[in-house]
């Protein structure tokens, strides 16, 4: 499989082509993005196994949404419908609920890094004051706690996003799959992180108005994640349209 790299420009240039997208069929997008958040607060509401529930189906379900992105770009007809196809693949829906696997042991990893980051600021916070606390950031969330959060988010990142779309669209098996989306990544690493930081600056504006900013950066960012499949695995580069935004 030919793993292709992106110029730096692409960091923000994928943001063209997930608006693009977004555009083509917006309310398609804006129901399918809600409804998925629906799901997520409805099972979430389950004791226990909700949230278990969740994190094993959201990776077919991402796949429903980069579904959106590949048909809208193709020119196809897109529905609402599309969110669910990948768990009605008989042959891709192990796969990806396995991945979901993989998600929730990563979530579960991130949770306990960052309550032992917490835990120790909260320590130190109690025997010396705030001061000491400071004066260690080893010990609480510092910069070096920022930067091991920042790693792991890069690591996850690495792990999922491209594994999605290689075992919806190209049937690799995971591990195949999840090799070649860490090696996409580690290749296409300046790119993704522009990408990255551009993406957390606008989520907290996206916070602002009751988080509804959502409902257009969360559409536009899951068609640029499978644009930069796209362009990383497909060679489907299409970078002036892509600008024109």
């Known amino acids: ?22 555009k ?28 278990l529930v969740m994190a094993v ?20 007809t897109v529905g609402v419908g599309h969110l669910f196809q990948p768990i009605q ?20 990893v991130m949770t306990v890094v960052v309550a032992l980051f917490i835990g120790g600021a909260a320590h130190m916070a109690g025997n010396g004051g705030m001061g000491q606390t400071m004066a260690f950031p080893l010990a609480g969330v510092g910069f070096f706690g920022l930067i091991v ?3 792991l988010y890069l690591l996850i990142f690495a792990v999922l996003a491209f594994s999605i779309p290689l075992v919806y669209f190209r049937g690799l098996a995971i591990g195949d799959a999840i090799g070649a989306s860490v090696k996409g990544t580690l290749l296409n690493i300046g790119p993704l992180v522009i990408f990255s930081l551009i993406y957390f600056v606008l989520a907290f504006f996206a916070m ?9 950066l ?22 002036l349209e892509a600008e024109e935004v």
Do not use: C
């Not at 420009?9 to 693009?20: A, C, H, K, P």
């Not at 189906?57 to 429903?64: C, D, E, R, S």
């Open 218 to 239: 969360g559409p536009v960012v899951l068609a640029a994640v499978y644009g930069a499949y796209s362009e990383i695995f497909d060679g489907q580069a299409e970078v």
């Open 89 to 108: 693949d008989h042959e891709r829906r192990v796969p990806l609920l396995l991945l979901g696997l993989v998600a929730l042991l990563a979530a579960i």
């Open 208 to 216: 602002i108005p009751f988080a509804l900013g959502f409902l257009i």
């Open 24 to 51: 083509a069929d917006w309310v398609t997008w804006v129901l399918s993005f809600v409804i998925f958040f629906v799901i997520s607060i409805v099972l979430n509401l389950v004791p226990l196994i909700g949230g």
């Open 1 to 22: 499989m030919e793993i292709r790299t992106m110029p730096l420009s692409r960091g923000w240039g994928l943001f063209g082509r997930g608006w693009n997208s977004f």
């Open 57 to 76: 189906i959201t990776p077919a379900l991402v796949a429903g949404f980069m579904k959106i992105a590949r048909d809208l770009e193709a020119g196809e």
């Open 149 to 151: 959060l920042v790693l």
